[in-house]
Every structure is written in structure tokens, then in C-alpha cells.
């Protein structure tokens, strides 16, 4: 113990000082205590360092570390030319709507859009086209699936989110064919609320969404598709809906398209319907329509031609018409008409030349209403139905 005690004494046999615990609770360590006998150069200054830093007095106010910002968010133009190439315009028998990739062979699109179609054209915005085929439909939430017959390499694609954390006065924009002519319009607004119409789950907002649209994606601020533009209503400013991207999602996932969970209290809208249209739509209705009341007024005019061709008959022409037609006189029409040579002497020649001048004009109404139908979209079923019903079945009207 004697020998204990000497060691631990310093030199001159006087007491060690006292280890003081200053006021910010560090040990003050006197300059005169020897911790470690013959220190290396890196310890004496690491030493150094710690001695300074505890003789300085304690900071009242110690900055507070700040987070990393994160990225700045992209300009939403560079957003809108990264997912343009991803949105096509959708041609089908009956008219044009819009529709996007979501994997270099798959496109999502509204039912509405391609309708009873099994095959329909894509219009991509570098004005290339492909063929596609309507793999799945899903009438209830208004999705169809298209199959690309040959995907090209470096397709764009649009990334599929979730409409599931969706709140008001969050950014979106459209894109779409708007009128079914201007390809790749851009819309924008904001989320206005979350809404169901059956067993399908509606994303509202105040994105327009004119005719055209319909097929195309809702994205949002990242351009990630949060819903399927599809409808709104007419005349109705603000007030328009996508079917929630979730019910896609479990499309191609082999899964039910049912309700999705959502965070806002969803009211039954069991009234709402498609009221605006899609272009090819509108475009069928007023083509279908302007080609019955064309049928009507030439109907109207072959039973006028109905009376004088009797008269005709009766006075100047006796002879077995050729053929068979609806109306007789529609023989004026045919490969093998009446000629002057046929009939009786006299003012029958004269007559015959009036008739043959209103058939005629009875033809080019008809061929002018079958041209704009056609061009409108209006099935040959339809063209078909309608002459037989207005007994003008004729094959020389475009003669």
C-alpha cells in the first residue's frame, strides 16, 4: 500500500487537485493532470482539440439542424411532354375517342369508346398508326383493354397510381383528343371530390373534359394516371369525372373491378350518365339522324312519283316493266330505263323526259344522304333498315 500511494501522489508529494464538473456538466480536467504519459502526436492533438472545446462557454442557443429539402417538383410542361407520347387517339367504326399505354402492349379506354368494335385504330401523336384488339371490357365501370398487335420498342407508358388518397383541391390535368380532332389536348384543374355511380368509383373535377376526351387519363402533379376520363354533364361548366385508375389496376390484375375503399364519404349517384358524349357519339347521332330525315323527304317524293308514273303507265307505256323494284318508276334508274322509242306518239315523249329529269333528282338527294353517312359513321345496318323501312331499297342510288 505504501508503495500504491506513492505512485499515485504527484511529484513533490502534495495532494492531487480536484476534478471540477463545470456549470454545463463537463469534466474541467486541470492543465497540470497528466492523463496519458508520453502521448503520440495524433492523441496530444486530439487532446488539444477536446481541451479547447471545453474551455469555451456553452452555447445558449445550438443550431438546430435542418432536413434536406427534397427535389424540386418538375415544371408541369416537362410532366406533360413526358406522358404525351403515351396518350393515342382511338378510331372505331363508329367515331374517335382517346385512350393511353400503361405497358408497351396494353392501353386502357372507355367501353363507350369501342363499343361492340373487336378491332380499332391507334393514332399516336407522331401520326403513326397501329392496330389494336379489345381484349377485356368491363361495362360496370365503363374500362376496355386494348392488345397492340405489334408493340414498337421505347413505347411510352404512363405509370398507374390510385385514386385511394385522393383529397380536394389536389392538381390534376387531361389529356385527350378533344372533338376527336384535336389529338392530345391538355386540360387542367384540381380534384373536387371522390364520388360512386354503381360499382364504379368516379374521380370529380373541374378538368374540362370536352368530346374526345373520353378514354383518356386524369394524372396527377407527378403524372402518374389517377383515373379514366369518361363523362360529365351537359352544359354544365366544371363538372366532370373520371372512373378511378384502381378498377383498371384490377382488371389487368385478373381481380374484381369493384368499389375501391376511399377517404371521402362517397354519395350514390345512380343518375348519372355518359351526358356528354364521346365525338364519335355525337357524331353518329346527328349523322343517323340527318340520314332518316333525308330518307323521309325522298320517300315523301317517290310517292308523288308513285301517282304520275300511274298516269304514265296508263296513257303511254303498257309494256312488262323489267325487274322488279320498290317503286316501278325507279326502272328510270336502272342499267335498262324506258326510252322515247317504247312509248306512245304524241306528248308521251315530253312526259317521259319531265319524269325521267325528277328521277333523277330523287337519286342525287339520295346519294348525297348516303355520302354524309357514310362519313359520319352510320353503320350499314342502319343505311339498310332505314331503306327498307322507306321502301326505297334500290341498288342504282349510287349509280
Not at 397492340?148 to 385511394?164: E, Y
Not at 368509383?201 to 402533379?221: E, H, I, K
Not at 309494256?319 to 306512245?344: C, D, K, N, Y
Amino acid at each position: 500500500m505504501a508503495g500504491f500511494w506513492s505512485l499515485s501522489r504527484p511529484p513533490g508529494g502534495s495532494e492531487p487537485e480536484a476534478v471540477a464538473v463545470g456549470n454545463d456538466g463537463q469534466l474541467e480536467i486541470p492543465p497540470t493532470v497528466q492523463t496519458i504519459s508520453d502521448p503520440s502526436a495524433e492523441r496530444r492533438a486530439w487532446d488539444a482539440a477536446l481541451a479547447e472545446a471545453q474551455s469555451r462557454p456553452p452555447d445558449r442557443n445550438p443550431a438546430v439542424p435542418q432536413p434536406v429539402s427534397p427535389a424540386a417538383p418538375l415544371p408541369l410542361e416537362d410532366v406533360v411532354s413526358r406522358v404525351m407520347p403515351a396518350v393515342v387517339l382511338i378510331e372505331t367504326s363508329s367515331g374517335r375517342g382517346s385512350g393511353f399505354f400503361v405497358r408497351p402492349d396494353t392501353l386502357v379506354t372507355n367501353v363507350h369508346v369501342v363499343k361492340d368494335d373487336g378491332i380499332v385504330t391507334l393514332r399516336r401523336i407522331d401520326g403513326t398508326t397501329a392496330s389494336a384488339r379489345v381484349d377485356r371490357r368491363s361495362p360496370e365501370v365503363d374500362i376496355a383493354i386494348l392488345k397492340v398487335m405489334a408493340p414498337v420498342a421505347g413505347q411510352a407508358v404512363i405509370p398507374m397510381g390510385t385514386a385511394d388518397m385522393l383529397r380536394p383541391g389536389q392538381e390534376v390535368f387531361t389529356i385527350g383528343s378533344a372533338l376527336g380532332t384535336l389529338q392530345n389536348s391538355v386540360t387542367r384543374g384540381i380534384v373536387s371530390g371522390v364520388r360512386r355511380s354503381g360499382r364504379a368509383t368516379l374521380v370529380q373535377t373541374d378538368a374540362a373534359a370536352n368530346p374526345g376526351n373520353s378514354g383518356g387519363p386524369l394524372l396527377d402533379r407527378r403524372g402518374v394516371a389517377i383515373g379514366i376520363t369518361t363523362l360529365g354533364y351537359r352544359d354544365q361548366q366544371g363538372l366532370n369525372f373520371a372512373v378511378a385508375i384502381d378498377h383498371a389496376r384490377a382488371i389487368l390484375d385478373g381481380r374484381s373491378p369493384g368499389p375501391i375503399a376511399a377517404p371521402l364519404a362517397m354519395n350514390e349517384l345512380k343518375t348519372l350518365t355518359p351526358a356528354v358524349p364521346s365525338e364519335s357519339e355525337r357524331r353518329l347521332d346527328a349523322g343517323q339522324r340527318a340520314f332518316l330525315a333525308a330518307a323521309a323527304r325522298v320517300s315523301s317524293m317517290a310517292d308523288t312519283l308513285d301517282q304520275e308514273w300511274k298516269r304514265f303507265r296508263q296513257s303511254c307505256y303498257t309494256a312488262e316493266i323489267p325487274g322488279s323494284f320498290s317503286h316501278e318508276w325507279l326502272v328510270m334508274l336502272s342499267p335498262r330505263p324506258v326510252t322515247a322509242s317504247q312509248v306512245s306518239a304524241g306528248s308521251c315523249a315530253a312526259f317521259l323526259a319531265a319524269f325521267q329529269h325528277e328521277a333523277n333528282r330523287a337519286r342525287s338527294d339520295m346519294r348525297t344522304a348516303l355520302e354524309e353517312a357514310r362519313r359520319a359513321g352510320v353503320l350499314p345496318g342502319v343505311v339498310r333498315d332505314t331503306l327498307r323501312a322507306s321502301r326505297l331499297e334500290f341498288d342504282g342510288w349510287d349509280r
